[in-house]
């Protein structure tokens, strides 16, 4: 019996990992960073698609910069077209390669286009970004795709294999960040450092200092729940209801009707799995699941500290697999 | 707001994480206000007291985060804390060098150091430089036809084994290149090639030096070669000459170029007791700074090729002057960055 037994907690465990995982990561790839206080910070690293658009947005500032400068040359000497390319040419190439190397020195890793995009570079060994690291990442810059790009864009006046082979080199510099697990392209890896989005902080009001505050909950003591009522839930469990919660609080008169409809869903959930007795209306379905919550997370809260981290429902079957195991 | 309210009334049992919470927000607080200020104005904004402040309440907000990670379920204040911990720590430790002071260290310390810590690597590109540039002299020497086999059609500008002396000596001495157009067009498209040349020695080295090492060697051949034929013609010396203006430094740079390429090559191939890829970043500190000094004496090799060759048509003072800017990098390699000797 017992394969069959292990196989269903081993899937119900999958999946259930996997469910957690959407919900705290959002599907995102993150970066963890341990600084020198030892304690380990996850943030989300910046999209491909993010990291494109701001170096598309660099290049065009990095060019109007020196388009104004050639302009400004071409006003004042007014010589021939053929000169004026010269100039064009070596200007760009002289404001491209600082612009990057001091903006992200003087802005803490940001050129312009990643202040505007909320973007940032940072080391990733947990220490502060160092000046070698900036001028590396940006040089490899200039080799992996400005090079190859000439090559790619420079027409017919070369044999073919090399057009080729530079269309082939940036091929493969998009597949590298694409396929590395921390989005990082060539230069990065060499310098250690990863382009992350810059974190938001923002404080939400705590839920159950809210909800103790509202008259008739802990006082009255109106809905209670046993020990035994409050062992069938996890952290994940626990967590959504959160998510519930704080969203249905914002929400406006429109999606009232479906809201309610969604609560009573999820009452009428719960009620079943703990086998709570009494009648709920419909009117206090909002006001029981505050008051589950609170004593929800102040039982695993507690569970927690004794050393009984419980991470989703399907913990018992876990504890009962690691013990047939 | 809710701890405003919870003064007005009577104080009510909070579980323990949401005490913690309230204990503690006022910090949290305090410290995104100062955080948001920094990235507003930069450290150098605050005050000798806020600037403490700021450290002091950074380390408890990773005290905080560590601690609410243990005993909060609380998702939005764990986010809360993760995103303020990290905003912060970024402001705490962000770089600390001024331009100024990066500039200033590069070429005081940090290049000629590198120079003289890589002075294996260069030793082997030069010569490789020069055994090329043997070769191919002999080579020429004893059959020109070996001439068209080193140098390809855009560089040599019509002066193959064929062309006359006069001509030969025009190219080297004539004033071809009358207006100012022609000769900023000859040195961009020659400052790229060589460029081009360079960080293609220099990135290839990765490959285990080998690419590195035949590019760098074929440079030499071309070098050779030009000068068989021009030896042929009894014109060595002032191709010598016309060659020392700018060439001292350029290939100078070609060296150091390949040699960067090297140390990146002879890591992955020699890692010793760190990994391969541990190596190859140790060794890319000194290969960085070997690329940025390469890069400058390309452009100073740009700007004397564009000027100074077709300006300065007397045979001794180019070589007067394209040595005496040698003997200057060599200077700057060898005296600078030296420690001071303690004496005991």
Redesign the interface.
Known sequence: MWPFRKKDSETARRKAIGRARKLSDGLEKRLQIIPPEGVPLNIRLAPLGQRLGAQVVDTLVTFIGAAIFVALFAMSFSTSWNLISVVAALTFFLIRIPYYIISELVWNGRTLAKRWLGLRVVSVDGRSLSAHQIVVRNIMKEIEFFLPLTYALAGPSQHWSFSATAWLWLLVLLIVPWRNKHNKRIGDIIANTAVIMDPKPVLLNDLVSTIAMKPGVTTDARFVFSSGQLDEYGRFELQVLEKVLRSSAKSTSGTWAKQQQYLKEIVERIVQKIDYEEQIETKDHRLFLEAFYSAQREHLERRKLLGDAREDKYFKEEKTGEETS | M?TT??DD?PE?E?????RF??DR?GE??RL?DLVAHVEKRGLSGLSFDESLELTALY?QS??S??LAR????????LH?L??????A???V?????T?VG?VGRFFKTGAPQAIRRSWLHILVATFLLFGGAFAAYFLTLSDPTWYYAFVPGGLSGGRGPEASEEFLRNALYGDNAGS??RL??FS?QLFTHNT?VS?MSF?LGVMACLPSGLLTFYNGTVLGTFFAIHDAKGLAFDLFGWLSIHGVTELAALIIAAAGGFRLGAAVLFPGQRTRGAA??HA??DA?KL??VAALMLLAAGLLEGFGRQLITDLWSRIIIGWSIGGMWLAWFVLCGRKRQVKI
Request: charged share 25%; hydrophobic share 45%; glycine share 2%.
């Open positions: 809710v309210l919870a009334r009510i909070l579980m323990r994480s949401a919470r309230k927000e949290w607080k995104a380390r990773v005290n985060l560590s243990e005993i909060s379920l609380d998702q939005a204040l809360y993760e995103s303020l911990t990290t905003r720590y970024l402001a430790y962000a770089p600390r060098t331009l990066l100012v157009e900023a067009a961009t081009q960080i990135t190859l970043r890319g500190r960085t690329a940025l």
